[in-house]
């Protein structure tokens, strides 16, 4: 087993030595950064260097010859692995921040430096990409009968990290011989030391049981409850999915989530399992579990949509479990939004006013809202409310339909367009053809009127008189499909100040 010296020492990139030997001579010679022209081997067939100025043969001076300068080992680091990048003018910024360090420019090798902070991201880039090849190289077995390795990978790089990387299967692999093949060459384990070769062909996709396996495995542990494609490709890039062999599954399975999978949490095979006592099935689905009704601390941890980013919280319904109505408005406001509370600012104000004309109690209903995160803009110093999209409304519908099912209410009141595409889970509606109406929905009535806002941007008189009738007619129509039990009128209740 070659020590971790040897390692280090083995992975480092010819061309890199190359650049070391002559960047040393042309330091001892003081030729300047612009006086080079560095080329690839892979731009021309003159080796590393090409069309320069001066090459390293061609300095004749004593100092040149016998170059030798003291570099900070962490600068050398930098530089290494700065030089795996597959950037065209690498050789030329290395040569250039040695130049400035040696001549007292330390923060040449710093980020806050145009030159350094070049450096640092190229350094970051292959960090990442050592990474990734650690992360989604898939061995195939060949089995022991054939010649060669027993495992094979191919993986196509972004920039020259296999030597780097290398080690790291020296350890995960144990005694057993594997070939990993890249456009940019190949590294081979005979179970106790690496060699690296030129650039391979990807190899024949033999025939694995091990990586059938896997499949079933995968395909069994992918949890649709937790799918996010976006995350999914930015911590598992695009360009990686051809060669892997999970892959061609994540599609299907993606699309299953979006369209209703991820209710149950977990593939189907464990939805059900036996409990305890004369063989009783216990169903543990998540999309068959018993609701949880949510609260300040469980939408505080939401993620399914962006809005969590600029609202102070989240803003649950509130009201009693047994009530009979259950009025659902758009989303939370400014002072909702600050005082956790639905219905709290302006247009709670208004509610309020056309429930005590209706004679209906705001403690004997449930309220709450569509959406539950405040969405604003800003215009001056204000914040103003800005109309959720059908993405958060659906994002946020896992709320509402818990709270929907932990209580028993016989009646919706739809508080504008928007809670109604939330209640019956439609896109398009005419809220203008269906006020006032009562909707049949999955055994319930749903009652759609205007959403006390529309109320308050009304600017004559006569239409907010008119609109707020609206809502009270509506108000009084649930109560009558509800039962007498909310119908008995009651004092406005007193708000708590803000």
Avoid at 196 to 207: C, I, K, L, T, V
Avoid at 303 to 316: K, Q, Y
Avoid at 405 to 428: D, N, S, Y
Wanted: aromatic share 6%; net charge positive; charged share 25%.
């Amino acid at each position: 087993m070659l020590s971790s010296t040897t390692l280090r020492h083995a992975c480092t990139p010819t061309y890199f030595a190359a650049w070391r030997d002559a960047a040393r001579q042309f330091l001892a010679a003081s030729v300047a950064p612009h006086d080079i022209d560095w080329l690839d081997a892979r731009d021309a067939g003159q080796g590393l260097f090409g069309g320069s100025a001066q090459t390293p043969e061609t300095l004749s001076s004593p100092a040149a010859r016998a170059g030798h300068m003291v570099v900070s080992p962490a600068l050398l680091e930098l530089l290494r692995l700065a030089s795996c990048h597959d950037a065209h003018d690498r050789w030329a910024l290395l040569y250039r921040v040695l130049w400035r360090w040696t001549h007292g420019e330390r923060e040449a090798a710093l980020a806050a430096d145009a030159d350094g902070a070049r450096l640092h991201q190229m350094v970051k880039a292959v960090r990442r990409e050592i990474h990734h090849l650690h992360a989604y190289v898939r061995f195939r077995e060949r089995g022991e009968a054939l010649d060669g390795p027993r495992f094979v990978a191919w993986f196509e790089p972004a920039h020259d990290v296999l030597q780097d990387a290398a080690p790291h299967f020296l350890h995960r692999m144990g005694k057993l011989s594997w070939l990993i093949a890249t456009p940019r060459g190949s590294v081979a384990c005979d179970g106790d030391a690496l060699h690296f070769g030129p650039a391979m062909p990807r190899p024949a996709d033999d025939e694995d049981a091990g990586e059938k396996l896997w499949l079933t495995y995968y395909r069994n542990t992918f949890n649709p409850a937790r799918v996010n494609v976006e995350v999914m490709r930015g911590h598992m890039p695009v360009r990686f999915w051809k060669n892997l062999p999970e892959a061609p599954l994540i599609p299907a399975m993606s699309v299953a989530a979006q369209t209703g999978a991820r209710r149950a949490g977990q593939s189907r095979d464990v939805e059900e399992k036996v409990g305890s006592g004369a063989g009783r099935r216990v169903n543990i689905s998540a999309g068959r579990a018993q609701p949880v009704r949510p609260d300040a601390h469980l939408l505080d941890a939401c993620r399914r949509c962006d809005l969590w980013r600029t609202a102070t919280r989240g803003v649950p319904g509130t009201g009693p479990d047994n009530a009979r109505i259950l009025i659902v408005g758009e989303q939370p406001g400014d002072q909702e939004d600050l005082q956790g509370q639905p219905f709290v600012g302006p247009a709670g104000e208004v509610l309020d006013h056309a429930m005590q004309l209706a004679g209906l109690s705001r403690e004997a209903v449930f309220l709450t809202n569509a959406v539950k995160h405040f969405k604003w803009e800003l215009r001056g110093k204000r914040r103003l409310h800005k109309t959720p999209g059908q993405r958060e409304i659906m994002a946020c519908h896992h709320w509402l339909e818990q709270e929907l099912a932990t209580h028993p209410a016989k009646v919706i009141v739809a508080l504008g367009a928007t809670a109604l595409k939330a209640v019956l889970q439609i896109r398009e509606v005419a809220l203008g053809e269906v006020l006032g109406q009562a909707l049949e929905h999955a055994g319930r009535h749903v009652v759609p009127t205007y959403h006390p806002s529309y109320v308050l941007r009304l600017r004559e008189a006569s239409e907010k008189t008119a609109a707020g009738e609206r809502i009270v007619a509506a108000l009084r129509l649930a109560m009558e499909l509800a039962g007498p039990a909310v119908a008995a009128p009651v004092a406005r209740r007193e708000r708590p100040s803000s």
